[in-house]
């Protein structure tokens, strides 16, 4: 009888949690307040408090009457009752317990059932987060203030030519699934690392999902920046034509993955975070330089010519995709039952990486791709589609 390895003998498995938790206080929590993540849309901040999670703090974000967005901790800092139930005004949002009022900075402005308004309310702040809005997004640095990074301005984003417009994006592109993906968030970013999945995945498994070129089996070469690591992707077509395609991450959560559909040759147009909502989900945020606004929506992976959110659960089976080979690795994969192997070594290039930038942090050091002094600054990248045709 042929020998069977028992999943009852199976160890107790584990994961890299300095990687994957991203709470406040954890080492990769702390590695991603040290840079400006986008945490909604600009429509999303308005006269409306709003509840959002993000890197596992609940938070009310809200935009005053004078226009400014402001990012506050749910309790008020009298009595702690949740500002959701705040009604906004012209200098900030008022508690609806005791009508406290704090402006987006989280200074206490009013104090109406105390003398003149509150002879000390100036001692009184409501714990918040700086903001900055940017081509429809609402950015947000939540970590130490003295640490906070200048803000980057992204190059792909700023030379626009006539025709394009830049526009942005909520719906979790890139996913391959809902706009918030029930897993950890590494098991997604990473996956931007891992050139080989395309051309079994979303090439022949379930059908061709994008395009035919990158139906082929790549040559693939890794390799570090001074931001994150990038990989060049080398496919020679079956019409004589080549493929030289780079896809680029930026710690600790920027990607750079260009048009799946490979619509024409060039640079990328669009760049995206994976935000992390806590320890199990994420969602993506994208900002797309476009002609046409359909771009993006057209850029999702289709199966068998069919948008992900139509397939009953039976096609999510036969025809998985991003989402299913991710979210089905659990809430947070067990990295200690992997086995990788060579193709994988953009993987592990990419987790050293993220691990040497948590303990640059915790070092007291800053991470990469961070500045400060320096005011606005440009952020370049190489991501690309370079399509050589075929001679004639």
């Known amino acids: 009888m042929t020998e069977v390895f028992s999943a009852y003998d199976l160890p107790v498995p584990s994961y890299r949690s300095e990687l994957t938790a991203v709470g406040r206080g954890t080492p990769m929590g702390e590695l991603f307040r040290r ?55 012209d200098e900030g949002i008022r508690c609806c317990y005791h009508g406290w009022l704090f402006s987006v900075e989280g200074r206490c402005l009013d104090q109406p059932c105390e003398p003149e308004g509150g002879l000390h309310r100036d001692r009184v702040r ?129 990607r750079i993955v260009p048009d799946p559909r490979v619509r024409k040759s060039g640079p990328a147009a669009w760049i995206s975070w994976v935000l992390p909502i806590d320890d199990t989900s994420f969602r993506i945020y994208t900002i797309a330089r476009v002609a046409d606004p ?26 998985p995709g991003d989402y299913e080979a991710q979210a089905g690795q659990g809430p947070i994969t067990f990295h200690s039952e992997e086995h990788l192997a060579s193709t994988d070594r953009g993987i592990t290039m990419l987790r050293r990486l993220l691990a040497r930038q948590v303990e640059a942090v915790a070092r007291g050091e800053d991470p990469v791709g961070t500045a400060r002094g320096r005011g606005e ?5 190489t991501a690309g589609n370079y399509l050589e045709e075929m001679a004639r």
Not at 50 to 69: C, N, P, S, T
Not at 212 to 238: M, N, W
Request: charged share 25%; proline share 7%.
């Open 294 to 319: 359909d771009e993006l929506r057209t850029a999702k992976s289709t199966f068998a010519g069919r948008p992900w959110s139509e397939l009953t659960e039976a096609e999510h089976r036969e025809m």
């Open 35 to 89: 840079y400006w993540h986008p945490v909604a849309t600009s429509e999303d901040a308005g006269a409306t408090p709003r509840k959002i999670r993000v890197l596992g703090e609940e938070l009310v974000l809200f935009r005053d009457v004078q226009g400014h967005a402001g990012l506050v901790y749910p309790r008020c800092a009298h009595r702690g009752a949740d500002l959701y139930y705040g009604k906004v005004e």
């Open 126 to 254: 409501q714990p918040c987060y700086p903001l900055r809005e940017y081509h429809g997004l609402v950015f947000a640095y939540m970590g130490p203030s003295q640490h906070r990074p200048d803000f980057p301005l992204y190059e792909v984003l700023e030379e626009q030519v006539d025709g394009e417009q830049v526009v942005c994006d909520d719906t979790s592109i890139g996913s391959g699934g809902p706009v918030v993906v029930d897993c950890n968030w590494l098991q997604h970013y990473e996956n931007v690392m891992d050139p080989f999945h395309v051309p079994v995945l979303h090439g022949t498994f379930s059908g061709l999902q994008f395009n035919e070129r990158l139906a082929a089996l790549p040559k693939v070469r890794f390799e570090y920046t001074d931001r994150g690591i990038r990989s060049h992707q080398d496919r020679d077509l079956e019409d004589g034509g080549h493929l030289h395609r780079i896809s680029e991450l930026m710690v600790p959560n920027l």
């Open 377 to 381: 600054h440009m952020v370049a990248t």
